[in-house]
């Protein structure tokens, strides 16, 4: 009989202990997130993005219906906004002002002819604007795609924090617009 009981509980057993674990690693985003490529055009302040480009190291993705974009240095500068990486302390992103450098995107070595990846939720803490984001309560979360952070341009993030213009069109696809002066890449590098 102790044999028997032993036997159908050593699984529930391991079960028990190995839920805590599972959970963790869940919420440290190790749990793969779906994404694609945008299948429709997307401008950033007139400039169409090559939404289809095989050699892009951070192409544009799509997560419930919504356009994320990496947070590259080039990005970051043709959005306006200013990023700041910490190990120890995250990623800050603020409202960069007036200063908006030409987008351009970062080429990869290899061809990318997937259109479906993977993502992972960050396991490192997000500032917006100073404020910290809670990524677990997010409707559409920071993700992590290939080692760098990939922004929702959602109303709340492009217009509310961001200051940025957005428009959807069927025929036209997504265009968003900084609220700031574009000036070129030279420049911008030097302030």
Not at 55 to 75: C, E, I, R, V
Request: hydrophobic content about 35%; charged content about 20%; some cysteine.
């Amino acid at each position: 009989m102790n044999k028997l009981l032993r036997s159908l509980y050593a699984p529930i057993a391991l079960s028990v202990a190995i839920l805590p674990f599972a959970t963790c690693a869940s919420a440290r985003g190790i749990e793969p997130i779906n994404v694609q490529r945008p299948n429709f055009p997307v401008e950033v302040n007139g400039t169409r993005i090559n939404v289809n480009e095989t050699y892009s190291a951070y192409p544009l993705l799509l997560y419930k219906d919504t356009t994320y974009f990496p947070m590259t240095w080039n990005y970051a500068q043709g959005l306006g906004l200013s990023i700041t990486w910490n190990p120890d302390s995250g990623l800050d992103i603020e409202n960069g002002g007036d200063a908006v450098s030409e987008l351009k995107q970062q080429d990869s070595d290899h061809e990318n002819i997937e259109t479906h990846f993977s993502a992972v939720l960050p396991s490192y803490e997000i500032k917006v604007n100073g404020k910290t984001i809670d990524n677990t309560r997010e409707p559409y979360p920071v993700l992590n795609f290939r080692g760098v952070t990939y922004f929702p341009m959602t109303w709340r993030f492009a217009h509310d924090e961001f200051h940025m213009t957005t428009e959807w069109s069927v025929h036209e696809g997504f265009k968003i617009a900084t609220q700031g002066k574009q000036i070129p890449v030279h420049q911008n590098r030097r302030n």
